[in-house]
């Protein structure tokens, strides 16, 4: 196949890889986007099969069965996984794609040749050697950084891995995978100093093509990739897993740069930016800079200053909530992340339907911050069969709070404080919160009186109108539905 | 006049492309984030195209060009998979 023709094709593709993304603007046209993104891909695929230059039918079979391997477990973890682990899942994936770049940068740096990269002379030019380590350089962090993230998202090893865990490295991994920052002294000099050397060493590489250099350069970006991640919190994970998938495209584009490929470039491009608007709107929706997000250690200050003056809270009983909510006109349900994990999306569901049949209107406020990645909610109630347009997102259903008679806060903590609004010396002072205390009653859901991942107290708690409904999300839920219905 | 370079042209591909997802994303809806990410992460997979090109290099590149055909096949498969999962759940009222 001509080259010119397999770019024709090449830019089919990246039309429709567009065309994917665009389709997301609504539920409604996101599933034909999907299929255009796989129509993109199968198309990318096949004008490289018919493109490769010298292949037997060996290269074809290897190519075939790794294909197989790889989309037979990709399709089986998609079709097992469940909808709580999605930020995992997500996180995973990312870090394939690190070092799927990683592992194409090493074949284009053995083969040159064939990635038609060489001079005349069969060195590589210096400008694909630069390509190369930067796009070999994002790849490793991406993998290493995602590697991370992934633990701080699962917060534990499944039993069968646990075992395959040599002793003497168990409390690192569980502190690895603990969703709580883990600072080292100095880490931003030690982050500098590996940052540098990583550098010296790509420039090591352009001059003398050294294989040594090429190694440690990319040994020392999966490290740097390690030290990124670990003294970032939990709940900041929504800003990490974007910014993730933006280093997965940044890989993809450095790559395309290396091999030529244009389409490469433009689907780097696209999800380079693509992750990179979400860690914004991410950042924003917690009135944070970016980089005092990536510095690390939100939350390990703030709890000391948290004040635990002798308020009193006001709790109530499953009945007592069930009683007001059924003679409510409106009701707006307010999940967070622990409406994930105690996976109480369809006992919200059943609470919905109840409340529905008996008239009252129910809508849900999603924070574009609640749970651990961004869209995390939407995706729980949809799972659970809440139709999308009883879902608003903080924006659209901020000044009907005002007008509800209940507020029930599922799971959620600092995206509901009002000292973010009034206190100036709040740490989360500015973010953006629900304004869930407009609300003529607010029920609160909480296993206990523990403070919020920012560490800081909740005046929400003390208010007259705050009814505390102590105990376990989905079973507290369950019960409210229990009552109403009796 | 003189011809452009090719990695000129590839910068000003870049660039524009830049351009064209940071409009196409922010008409997104927040509601379909996550399934944003899970298909920007498949369609990142197209990597596999620099995969295949090292597999069929032979030799040493093969290798590596398996293991990231391997890698990327995962992420392809599952990726648009767990999309199409996602959004098939998200529907309207009645």
Not at chain 1, 51 to 69: D, S
Not at chain 1, 172 to 198: E, K, T, Y
Request: proline share 4%; with cysteine; charged share 10%.
């Amino acid at each position: 196949m001509s080259i010119n023709i397999a770019a024709i094709g090449y830019l089919v593709a990246a039309v429709f890889f567009i065309l994917a993304l665009r389709g997301l603007s609504s539920p409604a046209t996101s599933r034909a986007g999907n299929r255009y993104g796989m129509a993109g891909m199968t198309i990318a695929i096949v004008i490289t099969l018919l493109a490769l230059p010298h292949a037997g039918i060996g290269t074809y079979l290897l190519i075939v069965l790794g294909i197989a391997i790889g989309g037979a477990a990709g399709f089986v973890i998609a079709r097992r996984i469940e909808m709580t682990a999605m930020p995992q899942l997500v996180a995973a994936f990312h870090s394939l794609v690190g070092l799927a770049a990683v592992f194409v940068a090493a074949g284009a740096f053995l083969n040159p040749a064939d990635f038609g990269i060489t001079n005349l002379d069969g060195s590589i030019k210096g400008l694909s050697l630069v390509e190369m380590g930067l796009g070999t350089i994002i790849g490793a962090i991406t993998f290493s950084g995602s590697v991370i993230a992934f633990g701080k998202l699962q917060a534990k090893l499944p039993p069968g891995a646990e075992a395959l865990v040599p002793g003497f490295l168990k409390p690192a991994v569980a502190a690895a995978m603990s969703s709580r920052p883990i600072m080292l002294p100095a880490r931003h000099a030690i982050n500098i100093a590996i940052g540098l050397v990583i550098l010296l060493l790509l420039v090591a590489v352009t001059a003398t093509e050294s294989g040594t250099a090429f190694v440690l350069m990319t040994l020392l970006a999966f490290a740097i990739g390690v030290l990124l991640i670990i003294p970032i919190g939990g709940a900041d994970m929504p800003v990490v897993v974007s910014m993730l998938n933006s280093y997965s495209g940044w890989a993809a584009a450095g790559i395309g740069f290396t091999l030529q490929n244009p389409m490469l470039i433009v689907t780097g491009a696209l999800v380079g930016s693509s992750g990179a608007i979400l860690s914004y709107i991410m950042c924003r929706a917690m009135n944070r800079s970016f980089f005092s997000v990536i510095l690390g250690g939100f939350g390990e200050t703030a709890a000391a200053a948290a004040d635990t003056g002798d308020k009193t809270v006001k709790s109530g009983s499953a009945e007592d909530a069930a009683f007001i909510m059924e003679n409510a006109q409106k009701v707006i349900i307010v999940p967070g992340y622990g409406m994930a994990v105690a996976q109480a999306q369809h006992s919200v569901r059943e609470l919905y339907d109840t409340l529905t049949k008996k008239g009252v209107e129910v809508r849900f406020a999603i924070h574009p911050v609640a749970g651990r990645m961004p869209g995390h909610m939407n995706v729980l109630l949809a799972e659970a069969n809440i139709p999308y347009d009883v879902v608003f997102e903080m924006e659209e259903i901020n000044n009907e709070f005002g007008q509800a008679d209940v507020a029930y806060v599922i799971g959620a903590n600092d995206i509901t404080n009002p000292a973010a609004k009034t206190d100036t010396s709040s740490p989360i002072y500015g973010m953006p919160v629900l304004d869930v205390d407009r609300a003529k009653a607010v029920f609160f859901v909480k296993r206990s009186m523990a403070a919020g991942y920012a560490g800081i107290d909740n005046p929400l708690f003390y208010m007259d109108r705050t009814m505390m409904l102590f105990g376990d999300a989905k079973k507290m839920t369950e019960e409210i539905v229990r009552s109403v219905e009796g | 006049m003189e011809a452009i370079d090719p990695g000129i042209f590839n910068l000003i591909i870049f660039v524009l492309a830049i351009f064209v997802g940071y409009y196409v994303v922010w008409s997104v809806t927040p509601a379909l984030h996550t399934p944003l990410m899970s298909v920007t992460n498949a369609i990142s997979s197209v990597i596999i195209v620099g995969a295949l090109i090292a597999t069929g290099a032979g030799g040493a590149a093969a290798v590596f060009g398996f293991l990231a055909v391997v890698l990327a096949s995962v992420n392809i498969f599952g990726g648009f998979a767990v999309t199409e999962r996602m959004l098939a759940m998200f529907k309207k009222r009645g």
